[in-house]
């Protein structure tokens, strides 16, 4: 071998200076490193390339260093080795020493990140980290994740839709527990009956959210993400709300990891153990206090609060919101109110003097998203409507009390007002809010409101139908005469196409919106027009022309053609057909519909249909009999004698005002009068 390679086998090579012993360690290969060629790695868009090569492949990988190196002699006859392009030199070594171990540039293999057995240019990745140390990029990469991608294109597009949402949001170092629990009473805030609750299983931070249906999990848990962060894993005890196709979708999205307690399992659920110390807290709060049964949703948010601000044992003795946020938090806004303790808040504008700039209201939780540090959740007891507000003060205290709204002399305020619900009793009806009756106890007869009309709400497609009261439908009697609300009437809907049964209190709503517009005309026909205008003109009511339009009760009012274009456009395309007036600046937009023939004389149909001259009217409530004889039809239709009764009443007023001279049948017109 010495003879082949020209070697002189006597040599020994020297020992390596100490000055040079850190080079040399570094040249020698780690357990980390491989002896292979730098991979070439885009940290946008190229893939990462296998760490192992085939060997189907070696004679395409660069050749070691070594055969890169032509050897010369010197004129002391030794051997010097030179590469062919110029390159740093290494520190001084002999050159007839043999390098048994090819150099090649060191690759480090990360064995613990996400990108594992995989390689990565250390050397070409310090730019995108300003130039950091390899070592320190290195560890970066160990304890981050690198998800996202972004294709690199010429063409560049506009992004409309995140291409990796779980970046977007905060992430949370934990699993979270999940559970809905039910209640017998409404909320008194939003008639909630029920309550989603999650926990961190780590940290034991507790949110609540109110909710009607279990159909609204989704949404409680997109709130909870926004307001703590991504969890990691979504425990829950597979109810069907809870493993959804849309659930499972937003999990998808974020890279939530989830699992479900088997079941009848209930302690597989960290929720089920931290909801029984919330309730259990919560119940000991409204017998303290002695707050309404409505007020449960807000016991619990104002639990799940406290618990998350009091230190724990089996946290260290620190408080869970501390160890999810890292953050020490502070309690100065428990301090200072009691839940459900009386306090006086700040009225805004009131009368001086018959108004005190205080009002009187409970504490019932912390403003945590409202105002500052130091803002409260009062309970009105007047309107039961939750208030928030930072300018109170505690009504307990003895020494500045407020005698306007705490009477002396042992007298008491009346209780707070409890929410009506569908099963209290109801002892009046008020139609509209300027009934000044000093009667309290107004009951609408049942009887009455047989034959009566009001207009639905608009349906899905818009059309708004007239419904009549066609009868009382006589279930429990018994409760019925103390109670209206229970009373159930059949009515018939747009002349008898459908029937539908609505309640006492909805009809009697119907009814006062149709009082506010007693009676509806509809119009016969255009009889002229005006214009052009301007907005100057005198005439001018917002558009360049005005119609002419007569009416069922004979009057001709001028009305915009904008409007009545608007809602009877057919209407309008046969007037400016009649009138030529189809290329005439503002009349042009009903030219289109005046070129179709035949479906213009269809929608010529429907427009009489509609503007029919004996169409019914009505006047709150009641149809108008057009003359005596229908008045009497529509008396044996209800069952009544409504219209009859009527006519009686004014008939005899006529023959007591001695209104008309009878002179006879058969006798002519006197002059100076005319038939009516």
Known sequence: MAELFDLDPTYVTPIIPPEFEVYESRRRPSVLFVPEAPTDFDIESTPLRDKLIDSSHKSSCPEPQRSSRRKTRSEDGRWNSKDKTEQPSPPPRDPNAYESVPVVEPVYKNPSSAVKSRERDWERLRKYFAWLPKLVIQKTFDCTTQLARIPMSAHLQRHY??????????????????????????????????????????????????????AQFLQTLQDNVRKRGAPSKLVSDRAQAEVS???????????????????????????????????????????????????WLLALRYASFVYNHTAVQSLGWLTPIQVLTGITPDISVLLRFAFYEKVYYRTEEPSFPSDSPESIGYMVGIAEHVGHAMTYKILNP???????RSEIRSAASPNDPNKRLDPSDGEELPSPTVIKSKSDNVKSVVYSSDDESDKKDVVVENKDLIGRTFLMQPNEEGHVHRAKIVELIDKHNDKTTNNPAHLKFRVSINNDQYEDVMAYNEILERLEADEENPIVWKFKRIVSHQGPLQPDHPSYMGSTYNVAMEWENGEITPEPLSIIGADDPVACAIYARDNNLLETPGWKRFKSIAKREKKLLRMINQAKLRS???????????????????????????????????????MDQLAEYKVFIDLGKGTPIPKGFQKI
Not at 248 to 277: M, V
Not at 630 to 636: F, N
Request: with cysteine; proline share 6%; aromatic share 10%.
């Open 245 to 295: 196709k849309a659930v499972k979708d937003y999990l998808r999205w974020l890279c939530i990891d989830d699992w479900q307690s088997e079941p009848h399992r209930q302690n597989q659920n960290p929720a089920e153990r931290r909801y029984q110390d919330i309730k259990r807290l919560a119940n000991r709060i409204l017998d303290q206090t002695g707050a309404p049964p409505s007020l």
């Open 161 to 214: 839709r995140s291409p990796f949402p779980a970046l977007n949001v905060n992430r949370r170092s934990e699993g979270v527990a999940t559970d809905t629990v039910y209640a017998d009473t409404p909320d008194i805030e939003h008639g909630h009956v029920a309550a989603q609750f999650y926990v961190g299983i780590s940290s034991l931070v507790s949110d609540v959210y109110g909710v009607n249906t279990d």
């Open 382 to 388: 007047e309107t039961n409507k939750i208030l928030f």
């Open 612 to 650: 029919f001259c004996t169409a019914p009217k009505y006047m709150y409530g009641y149809k108008i009999p057009k003359d005596y004889n229908d008045g009497l039809r529509l008396d044996k239709l209800h069952g009544n004698t409504k219209w009859a009764d009527a006519t009686k009443v004014e």
